[in-house]
């Protein structure tokens, strides 16, 4: 498959799950990131509380596609200006809205025009909830970002570069649209060890998060490559435990065609990433 290939692929089935609403992913359907039955308990299981899901988010943002809670990482300061890759139907962007207030700006970048209209449809109710109009959307693809370059205080992200097919070429983008002394907080699925080949060719492994996933060797390289510093990757268990643990039928998949005695979790984990931008006073040694 080439590049677009992958990304048309990508963007028909995100568009299903957007025309579909929450729920979009049970057995019969393509798998995606989070097929959760329950969206609002998956995302309590990955960290989210629910007090402010119910008292920021608009119905319909939380399609339960998200795998960990790159707002809790981003320790956000108001007036900060944060961007959300890959942001669905505006799920972390609404709850980080408030967050940076009135003096700061969310922007979500999608290039599914479902989730974008979706996304787009919500802003009134978060607007109604909040009392703020700091949130907006824009059509693009993350490996070619609608921003301008040294523009952005944090970039975030969940459960999104792992579809990426230039995933190199999405961490430089990071690192163009980033202040010096700019912040990554970005939740993704990480491989520990390789995929068998099969699931590694499975369209749905793919659609579902599992087989576009980097090595984690492979994604503290193009982090290094693209000029980040201060990396930190913590491995999050709570995301897969939870799958597996509800008979998903993805992860059930998945699970058949492992070697025997292995489990998802030896292959894969959900994954907080942090990173900086150096700042024009960064030295060898003092990079802030
Ligand atoms: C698994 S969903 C996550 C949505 C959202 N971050 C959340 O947690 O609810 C992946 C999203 O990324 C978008 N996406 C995937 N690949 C993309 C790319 N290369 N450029 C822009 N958006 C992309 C999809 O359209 C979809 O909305």
Not at 163 to 186: C, H, M, N, T
Request: some cysteine.
């Amino acid at each position: 498959m080439t590049y677009d290939d992958i990304r048309t692929t990508v963007r028909d089935q995100y568009g299903a799950m957007a025309r579909a609403g929450s729920s979009c992913c049970g057995p019969s359907t393509n798998g995606c990131c989070a097929p959760a039955a329950d969206p609002t308990a998956l995302a309590e299981a990955i960290g989210y509380d629910a007090s402010e899901l119910a008292r920021i988010l608009p119905e319909g943002a939380n399609l339960g596609l998200s795998c960990g809670n790159p707002g809790a990482i981003a320790a956000l300061t108001p007036g900060e200006i944060v961007l959300d890759l890959g942001s669905g139907a505006g799920f972390d962007a609404f709850l980080c809205g408030p967050k940076v207030g009135a003096t700061g700006r969310v922007i979500g970048v999608d290039m599914t025009p479902d989730m974008l209209s979706k996304a787009r449809g919500n802003l009134a109710g978060y607007t109604r909830r909040t009392g703020l109009a700091n949130v907006e959307f824009r059509m693009g693809e993350i490996e070619h970002l609608p921003v301008a370059d040294a523009s952005v205080d944090v970039v975030i992200s969940n459960c999104v570069i792992n579809l990426s097919p230039d995933k190199p070429q999405v961490w430089r983008e990071i690192f163009r649209v980033l202040k010096p002394g700019g912040r990554v907080a970005v939740s993704d699925m990480v491989l520990l060890r390789p995929l068998p080949e099969g699931i590694q060719a499975a369209v749905e492994a793919y659609v579902g998060c599992i087989a576009g996933a980097s090595l984690l060797e492979d994604l503290r390289a193009m982090l290094t490559a693209a000029g980040l510093v201060r990396l930190e990757l913590i491995a999050k268990s709570a995301y897969v435990a939870t799958l597996s643990a509800n008979d998903d039928p993805l992860y059930r998949e998945v699970q058949s065609a492992l070697p025997a005695g292995t489990t998802p979790a030896d292959f894969i984990t959900s994954m907080d990433i942090s990173a900086i931008k150096p700042g024009a006073c960064c030295t060898p040694g003092c990079c802030t």
